[in-house]
């Protein structure tokens, strides 16, 4: 599974962070994330897509 | 035997009640119905971004119009995950009824081009509309008067506000505007402000009419633009319904600062002007808390464009006579299967906006709720109920308790909440100074000694976690 985030629409509202701590976290004020979990971060990740309020995170395979 | 899914709405919660259908393991077929001619679309830009968007470079095809809706729509249509590539959408029909049927045949919709679609069971996502102002006045297209719901509502405002600019624009360059209304007979705009100039640039004027969070972005927004905006709101200080008092009283300050003028007291009665709205007349706000001072009856704020943000109104009139509860969106049990009171009929379970449905998280009250995160989680509820009740299983037993959250970007304040901070009886600020929301605030909401929700403004997402922990 690979996923982006469009930081050009991204206005960090953390909600990713909430619904996929295991993918997404914030370091020391700025987000960092796997761009490439395991297929069992799946249904996090689509959690994750969901729950951004500007739709930022693409899941690609 | 393969069932038959319809969903009315094709909003947000349209569509994530499609994927979690197929996510449930529903592999019969879906129709979506939506009123409104667009593919599911992301709301809440409509009020901020996409309200100011210019075209980006990219989009800047020849012939290409930033007002023009698919384009607009580009910039907010939602990816759709590959489960529902299959799902068939019937979009600018409204539903016109519903009959839920009695046996084992399913029901159907009725739609307003006099197609009809067949179900064996039914999602109920069709939102909400906004209210109107019933006063006297111009109305209609053209009258100035505005709303935001739809993409095509943001595409007439960002028209009219662009229009407004250009027309104070052109009349700044050559005198200062006396901009009292006729129909006040010359009375003064409250507080005395005479026609705004800044920079040697005639700024036209916006009345936002309702403090909400549609009217506080919205105000915000066409702040940002170049705009005088003035909010008018009979309540109270903005979000005082949500946020209480205290906190609301903070942020009529901050939007204060950056330039904003409320009127809180007064409501309004009518409007002046012939074809076009030229100023808002307020009732008596004699004594009212308004940051412009007291207003006698019938004054006239100046208006070149108006917006009305004072709340919605459930979409459920389709759903008459099938012995539902619609007093105020569709009540629902804890699955969000719709209340029939033992009717025979398909199942219906509600989604978004509509559903009003306890939440033992809090107590045993049916609340609807009508934050954008709601779509998402009574989706995947809703599904595997529906799911499960079409093919005869037990519906999952576990309570159904989300977390109320809401985010608000307004100007420089960005609000973000957890919980249900409406309901308290007790607000305590925990961090940071009213006076100073910038800096950073952190409010929490208590009913009966008991924490029920949280305000964070301005407080950096590492945050978000505990503030929704402590809630849980």
Avoid at chain 1, 4 to 23: L, M, S, T, Y
Avoid at chain 2, 176 to 203: H, I, K
Wanted: glycine share 12%; aromatic share 4%.
């Amino acid at each position: 599974m690979r996923i982006e985030v469009d930081f050009n629409v991204c206005a960090d509202h953390g909600q990713r962070a909430i619904a996929a701590p295991d993918i997404f976290r914030i370091d020391d004020g700025h987000l960092v994330f796997d761009a490439a979990p395991g297929d069992e971060l799946r249904a996090d990740a689509e959690d994750a897509a969901d729950a951004c309020p500007e739709q930022a995170i693409t899941i690609l395979d | 035997m393969t069932n038959h899914v319809a969903i009315v709405g094709a909003g947000l919660g349209g569509l994530r009640a499609a994927e979690q259908l197929r996510a449930a393991g529903h592999a019969g077929p879906i129709t979506v119905v939506g009123a409104e001619p667009h593919m599911p679309y992301n709301r809440p830009p409509l009020s901020k971004e996409l309200l100011a968007h210019e075209l980006a470079d990219a989009e800047s095809a020849p012939g290409a119009d930033a007002d023009d809706l698919a384009v607009l729509h580009k910039q907010v249509a939602f990816r759709q995950r590959a489960s529902v590539a299959d799902v068939t959408f019937r979009l600018g029909v409204p539903v016109t009824a519903a009959d839920l049927g009695a046996g084992s045949t399913g029901g159907e919709l009725v739609l307003a081009d006099g197609g009809t679609v067949r179900f064996d069971g039914l999602v109920a996502a069709a939102g909400l509309r906004p209210r109107h102002l019933d006063v006297p006045g111009p109305a209609g297209p053209g009258s100035g008067r505005h709303v935001l719901r739809t993409l095509d509502d943001c595409a007439s405002l960002r028209a009219g506000l662009r229009a407004a600019l250009a027309a104070a624009r052109d009349q700044g360059s050559s005198a200062a505007r006396d901009r009292s209304s006729p129909a006040s007979g010359g009375t003064p705009r409250p507080g005395g402000r005479a026609a705004v100039a800044v920079e040697g640039l005639a700024r036209p004027y916006v009345v936002v009419v309702g403090a909400g969070f549609v009217g506080c972005e919205v105000a915000c927004t066409a702040l940002s633009l170049g705009c005088d905006v003035t909010v008018v709101e009979p309540i109270g200080p903005p979000l005082i319904r949500v946020l209480g008092e205290q906190v609301a009283q903070a942020i009529q300050r901050a939007h204060e600062r950056a330039g904003m003028s409320f009127v809180i007291g007064p409501g309004v009665i009518g409007y002046a002007g012939e074809d076009r709205v030229t100023g808002v007349v307020l009732a008596d706000g004699t004594g009212a808390l308004t940051s412009a001072g007291p207003t006698p009856a019938g004054a006239v704020l100046p208006a070149d464009l108006v917006v009305e943000a004072i709340g919605s109104i459930p979409n459920t009139e389709w759903l008459d006579g099938n012995g539902l509860d619609l007093t105020d969106g569709v009540l629902c049990d804890n699955t969000l299967s719709a209340v029939t009171s033992g009717r025979p009929g398909a199942p219906v379970t509600v989604v978004g906006d509509l559903a009003r449905f306890p939440n033992p998280l809090l107590d045993d009250v049916p609340r609807r709720v009508e934050h954008w995160s709601m779509p998402t989680d009574t989706a995947r509820r809703a599904a595997t109920t529906l799911h499960a009740r079409m093919a005869g299983d037990q519906v999952d037993p576990n309570p159904f308790r989300p977390l109320p959250y809401f985010w608000s970007d307004q100007g420089e304040l960005r609000l973000q909440s957890f919980g249900s901070p409406q309901l308290a009886d007790d607000v305590v600020i925990a961090e940071g100074d009213l006076a100073d929301l910038d800096q950073g605030l952190l409010a929490t909401y208590h009913r009966g000694g008991r924490l029920v929700g949280s305000l964070a403004v301005n407080l950096p997402p590492s945050r978000y976690r505990e503030l929704r922990e402590a809630l849980r």
